[in-house]
């Protein structure tokens, strides 16, 4: 991947700090990257988490889910090698999407 992967990373953290999403959860060996980016964009530290792994991340998006309630709205973005569809996956048979 190299240094480009990793600016290109950066570049998603500090878009997601300017577009004003309220909590980000990064998965993944360049996860800190976009935490990173977020962070230089000014994007407050106790609105980051970062995971090593998917199962991680739905339980943080659960937690989360719990808190913020009906109608929330959440991202899940990342590639294809990074299986991220499965965090949907697992959320939609909890039922917590229809």
């Given at each position: 991947m190299g240094t480009s992967a990793e600016s290109g990373h950066r570049e998603v953290g500090r878009t997601l700090a300017e577009l004003g999403v309220n909590v980000l959860i990064s998965v993944g060996?360049?996860?800190?990257?976009?935490?990173?980016?977020?962070?230089?964009?000014?994007?407050?530290?106790?609105?980051?988490?970062?995971?090593?792994?998917?199962?991680?991340?739905?339980t943080k998006a659960l937690d989360l889910l719990g808190q913020f309630?009906?109608?929330?709205?959440?991202?899940?973005k990342g590639s294809r090698g990074m299986k991220m569809e499965e965090i949907t996956l697992n959320l939609e048979r909890l039922g917590i999407f229809t």
């Open positions: 060996k360049l996860a800190e990257e976009i935490a990173q980016g977020a962070r230089l964009a000014g994007y407050s530290e106790d609105k980051i988490v970062v995971t090593a792994t998917r199962e991680q991340a739905i309630g009906p109608g929330t709205w959440v991202l899940i």
